[in-house]
């Protein structure tokens, strides 16, 4: 009991560390303003710089999806409505998820081996002997380049993901183009792509406010920085399954289906 109360305690400590970093970023964006070329930089390296990733893991995932359903649903003469399944998974769960875990496995090592590595080799004392706090030069530009560039990622994890479903699907199973639009256009609605965008927008939070915390609080040199390095995919990696159950539960009350 006693283990286990100290790794409750320990997880609250941490969570509130986090709330904290991110509430000071959000203070510093209305009282500091926003570095435009810092923020453009890091939407160019985010959202850019991840785009084979979300391409290939989009069209890949909407791919073997849609395989597997036409299997399962061709046996109960349902193999037209493939392509409505597999749109709304993706725009509701599917891409949210994956791009999420791909960006904080791309994305938020290297903002928590950039940030450690300045931490260890004392350059973030540097910044605040200039009277520069790190949090408005260093974690702020991070965050905003984040909350553009998720969204988008996401949007077009969900084009490509229905691009390959209808590849599969109609040019590779046959299922007739007009039966597989026709039931996309039925079923998914503006609430599915808004389900997915609004866990894809705080997932991106998520994911940077663990990178950017574990990379301040890096210590002991070289070895420090490859556990913060770790520690931030880990963390945000589970994070983002842990939470997109209860945002799940929590967006279905919020937005329900038609």
């Known amino acids: 009991m006693r283990i286990l109360g100290r790794v409750f305690l320990n997880f609250v400590r941490y969570l509130g560390e ?15 303003g926003i570095r435009a070329g810092l923020a ?5 390296d985010i959202g850019f710089g991840s785009q084979p990733v979300v ?3 989009g069209a890949f995932t909407g791919a073997v999806f849609t395989a597997q359903m036409y299997y399962q649903f061709v ?16 725009c509701r769960e599917l891409a ?62 969900i084009v490509f993901g229905i691009g390959a479903s209808y590849v599969v699907g109609v040019l590779l ?21 808004a389900f997915g965008m609004i866990k894809g927008f705080l997932f991106g939070i998520g994911i940077v406010a663990v990178a950017c915390h574990q990379g301040l609080a890096t210590e002991h040199g070289a070895v420090g920085v490859g556990r913060a ?29 038609d």
Request: aromatic share 8%; charged share 15%.
């Open 173 to 193: 199973f046959r299922i007739p183009s007009a039966w597989f639009w026709s039931h996309i256009e039925g079923w998914t609605g503006l609430e599915d792509l």
């Open 96 to 157: 949210p998820v994956i791009v999420g875990l791909m960006v904080a496995g791309r994305v938020g090592a290297a903002m928590a081996a950039e940030i450690g590595t300045m931490k260890v080799s004392q350059q973030i004392d540097a910044l605040r002997g200039m009277a520069v706090h790190p949090v408005d030069y260093l974690v702020v530009p991070r965050f905003l380049g984040m909350m553009v560039s998720m969204p988008l990622l996401i949007a077009e994890s």
């Open 75 to 90: 046996k109960l003469g349902m193999e037209s409505v493939v392509g409505a399944v597999v749109a709304i998974a993706t």
């Open 40 to 44: 453009g930089r890091q939407i160019v």
């Open 55 to 57: 391409v290939v893991t």
């Open 229 to 257: 390095t770790t520690r931030s995919v880990v963390i945000a990696s589970l994070g983002i399954l842990v939470a997109n159950f209860f945002l799940t539960l929590l967006l279905n009350e919020i937005l329900p289906a």
């Open 18 to 32: 986090v709330a904290s970093l991110t509430g000071e970023v959000f203070s510093s964006i209305f009282r500091q």
